[in-house]
Nanobody, 117 residues
């Protein structure tokens, strides 16, 4: 059974940085895409970034391009989201998700990120 556990959220001032971590377990992820999504209060969940486990190709939402970096550690089965130059509009619950084929079907419980102005 796939498990995704996020950590690293918190409160940070605008312009600051945070690194989110996602511990993935339960199977081999070599054919998977791992992603980060976020959901702000009153808004729909939105895509943030993704990485193909094999090959490391990355994808980003336009709103975070140039500020956020997604990476993975194949040995530790970890996915990271380095978030720099944070803005108040980045405030949300951030979720790690895994996609074996077309859809993201495995989700973590989320970690809160709050950016104060």
């Amino acid at each position: 059974q796939v498990q995704l556990v996020e950590s690293g959220g918190g409160l940070v001032q605008a312009g600051g940085s945070l690194r989110l971590s996602c511990a993935a377990s339960g199977r081999t992820f070599s054919s998977y895409t791992l992603g980060w999504f976020r959901q702000a209060p009153g808004k729909e969940r939105e895509f943030v970034a993704a990485i193909k486990w094999s090959g490391g190709i990355t994808y980003y939402a336009d709103s975070v391009k140039g500020r956020f970096t997604i990476s993975r550690d194949n040995v530790k089965n970890m996915v990271y989201l380095q978030m720099n130059t944070l803005k108040p509009e980045d405030t949300a619950v951030y979720y790690c998700a895994a996609r074996p084929a077309i859809s993201y079907i495995y989700w973590g419980q989320g970690t809160q990120v709050t950016v104060s102005s």
